[in-house]
């Protein structure tokens, strides 16, 4: 671990604006008494995130504006429609995670009811079908939360590459199933 910033949070904010609006990290490491480097290592991948999130937006809403009014309020009520499913199928994710958590600590307590010496005895068994039981509904109660961690996984993979083709694609399908 490294030694305390000589910055508070609210100064290395003020920094990272500013080299947004295009002031040079050497005159914001003068400014504030910090190396360039300490600059550049702090902000040189969260500017260049912003940067390629704002160009987003605005080759965004440059192809919107060639859309027909009517053709503009389908996209943004198809964006809403998208938002809304994403945070539900978080939302499942979320409850889904949390009932797996339940039931698989549910099923590591039915452990003690085995029996060592006689794991075979009735009593032992019925114990073991039971945990067997809960595991298997643990597992399923954990699909949407593995799925969607798989998906993002996948498309943060696919960005790092450089392959945004799939993210239009999805969105086409979309399109094409509510026609």
């Known amino acids: 671990m490294g030694r305390p910033s000589k910055l508070t949070d609210a100064q290395w904010e003020s920094i990272g604006k500013r080299l947004l609006k295009g002031e040079s990290?050497?005159?914001l490491s003068r400014e504030f008494g910090v190396s360039k480097a300490s600059i550049?290592?702090?902000?040189s991948e969260r500017t260049k995130r912003v940067e390629?999130?704002?160009?987003?937006?605005?080759?965004?809403?440059?192809?919107?504006?060639?859309?027909?009014?009517?053709e503009q309020l389908a996209a943004r009520?198809?964006?809403?429609?998208?938002?809304?499913?994403?945070?539900?199928?978080?939302?499942?994710?979320?409850?889904g995670a949390a009932t797996s958590h339940r039931l698989a600590g549910i099923a590591?307590?039915?452990?003690?009811?085995?029996?060592?010496?006689?794991?075979?005895?009735?009593q032992s068994v019925m114990a073991l079908a039971g945990i067997s039981a809960l595991t298997k509904m643990a597992n399923e109660s954990s699909e949407i939360a593995r799925d969607l961690l798989?998906?993002?996984k996948d498309q943060i993979e696919r960005l790092n590459a450089g392959d945004r083709g799939k993210?239009?694609?999805?969105?086409?399908?979309?399109?094409?199933?509510?026609a």
Request: glycine share 2%; no cysteine.
């Open 150 to 152: 798989r998906a993002n």
């Open 167 to 178: 993210i239009s694609s999805i969105t086409r399908r979309i399109v094409d199933a509510k």
């Open 25 to 27: 990290a050497a005159s």
């Open 40 to 43: 550049s290592t702090r902000f």
């Open 52 to 70: 390629s999130v704002a160009n987003q937006i605005v080759e965004t809403e440059r192809a919107l504006s060639f859309l027909n009014v009517s």
């Open 108 to 122: 590591h307590a039915e452990v003690a009811k085995i029996d060592d010496i006689d794991p075979m005895s009735k």
């Open 77 to 95: 009520s198809l964006a809403d429609d998208l938002k809304a499913i994403s945070e539900h199928l978080a939302g499942a994710a979320r409850f």
